[in-house]
């Protein structure tokens, strides 16, 4: 299956986002698995700054989420278990 593009993004509480994908499937991913890499240090204390970057979205300090991650590693916004 290939996966689709995100095209928009919103930042959640408990560091989550919600992201609309080109088909239209509104997912939910959790962003805090990655509190530990070192890269994502800053992402944390400016969150709110996501915004839709090429097929991904990234965050102000260049920092982004595989596409392939973003898509396969979220769930669907219907799913009580990721809200």
């Not at 919600?18 to 499937?25: D, G, I, P, R």
């Not at 997912?27 to 090429?54: L, W």
């Amino acid at each position: 299956m290939i996966r689709p593009r995100a095209i928009e993004v919103e930042p959640m509480n408990d560091y989550k986002l919600f992201v609309t994908f080109a088909n239209q499937e509104k997912r939910i991913f959790d962003v805090k698995p990655y509190r530990t890499f070192p890269s994502f240090k800053d992402v944390f204390s400016n969150f709110n700054s996501v915004h839709i970057a090429g097929l991904s979205v990234a965050w102000e300090n260049g920092v982004d989420i595989c596409p392939d991650e973003l898509y396969f590693d979220s769930f669907p916004a219907g799913n009580s278990e990721s809200l």
